[in-house]
């Protein structure tokens, strides 16, 4: 086997975890009972040593993600979060077992204090690597078999993000291409391609050509085997379909591998009730605590400047296209356009106060009355009005995707700082792709980072739009 750094990545992030969580329990016991001298002849040194053997069971126990490039950091935690868990539990289980009371501060301080420190040193640790790689170091040498649009594609993408650390050596083909300048690499026949990967000790091979060439295929896969090469495919219709949004499962039936449609997150009923017990939560406490005072200040506001309703109800399109009354503070003048024209930069129609409410976005607060009557969510993609969702579902295909789940007061897109006028629709695509990705992705988890980020949006002015 070829000696990589991520084939020792795993046990690397172990020995850090250890060292780690020796410091914390002992500097624990330190500051909890004052001195160390008796640490290890008394029963928390017993303690002590079955929880970093726990650790070393859970770690090299729990598969891990570590060692690929691509994954994002916060996927990469889901190894120290899964191996947090089963050493806590194997430890509780310990002190059941033998009916001994140990300090419960000191326990509880010293794994609330691991949990933190564990995280951020996994984060630290992957962005060092990440830069590390992004100056040329610890790199991986590839090659791609089949030269057409979609693995073309790849070896753009790929290269482009240098903290992936791919070094791509260039194309092999059954065929010359026809336009060698617009190739990005060198190229070569497949004939030549095994000389060339131990010559050059080419670390992964990405193979793109149709099945006709299966022949060649199988004959390139048993090699790479044989002398350690890791072996991908790049398929087409895989690669057709990720382009339009649609996320994919890989699934089995003895040894035949199956592609198909990953079910949504949100289809799942527990998932579902979840989702909803955190809106009626979330928006119960928004109405109980904040709006007994905020709406009589903002709607005193809103009338001092001009005449009309305190409140605004637009007609928008929801889940399944279902149209609902959307409620929100009033910041136009009284006017005939409201439920066809989008508000600009520079609308003569918004108010002073309105401006204000929409820069801060106080004026989203009333939809969750929404969220409490069921047609909106307190997180999901943002409600459009019926005339611009006939619009951009005959501009942009994903768009109908947007409408399987409830509307949301916040969503990813407006998490990233996307909200306000689209005067392109490629800014419509951008959020729509965002909205897809919140769909196919859904975790509580998410939710509750996009409401934390929304809110500190509100509170710094970070976003787009006005």
Not at 103 to 121: H, K, V
Not at 133 to 157: A, H, L, M, T, Y
Not at 165 to 193: A, C, H, Q, T, W
Not at 438 to 461: E, G, K, P
Request: charged share 20%; net charge positive.
């Amino acid at each position: 086997m070829k000696n990589r750094l991520s084939n020792y990545e795993k046990y690397i992030y172990t020995l850090m975890d250890l060292i780690i969580f020796d410091l914390v329990l002992i500097f624990n016991y330190i500051y909890i009972f004052g001195s160390l001298e008796t640490f290890l002849d008394t029963k928390y040194g017993m303690l002590f040593l079955f929880i970093m053997f726990a650790w070393l069971v859970a770690a090299l126990l729990v598969e891990s993600i570590a060692d690929n490039r691509r994954i994002k950091t916060w996927k990469a935690l889901w190894d120290f979060f899964r191996s947090y868990l089963f050493n806590l539990l194997l430890t509780l289980s310990f002190i059941a077992l033998l009916n001994i009371s140990y300090s419960r501060e000191y326990l509880l301080s010293s794994y609330f204090i691991f949990f933190f420190l564990g995280a951020i040193s996994r984060i630290i640790a992957r962005k060092y690597v990440k830069a590390y790689r992004k100056k040329g170091f610890n790199f991986r040498k590839i090659v791609v078999v089949g030269i057409n649009d979609f693995s073309q594609e790849f070896v753009r993408e790929i290269t482009a993000r240098k903290d992936y650390g791919y070094r791509f050596m260039g194309y092999f083909d059954l065929d010359e291409p026809e336009d060698d300048e617009k190739l990005n690499g060198s190229f070569d026949f497949v004939d030549n391609i095994y000389s060339f990967l131990l010559e050059n000790r080419i670390d992964e091979v990405y193979i793109s050509m149709p099945t006709r060439t299966s022949f060649h295929i199988k004959a390139l896969t048993k090699f790479c085997h044989l002398n350690f090469i890791k072996v991908n495919f790049l398929n087409e219709t895989i690669h057709a379909l990720s382009n339009r949004s649609v996320y994919l499962n890989v699934d089995y039936n003895g040894l035949t591998p199956i592609v198909s449609l990953a079910r949504e997150p949100l289809e799942v009923t527990t998932n579902r009730f979840m989702k909803r017990t955190f809106d009626l939560v979330f928006s119960g406490l928004v109405c109980l605590l904040i709006f007994p005072f905020l709406v009589p200040i903002v709607g005193l506001l809103i009338k001092l400047e001009s005449k009309g309703p305190v409140f605004f109800k637009q007609t928008r399109s929801g889940i399944n296209y279902s149209p609902f009354g959307c409620y929100k503070f009033r910041t136009m003048s009284v006017n005939m356009d409201s439920d066809k024209k989008q508000a600009t930069v520079g609308d003569s129609r918004i108010t002073r106060v309105g401006a204000f409410l929409r820069k801060t976005s106080i004026d989203e607060l009333p939809q969750f009355f929404n969220v409490l009557i069921g047609d909106m969510s307190v997180v999901g993609p943002r409600p459009h009005m019926i005339e611009h969702t006939r619009m951009y579902s005959k501009l942009i295909k994903p768009f109908v995707v947007r409408h399987w789940v409830k509307p949301g007061i916040t969503g990813l897109a407006q998490a990233k700082g996307y909200r306000g006028e689209t005067k392109e629709v490629q800014q419509m695509l951008d959020r729509v792709k965002m909205d897809v990705f919140y769909i196919q992705h859904w975790s509580f988890a998410l939710d509750t980072r996009i409401v934390w980020r929304t809110i500190l949006n509100m509170i710094t002015f970070q976003k787009q739009g006005f």
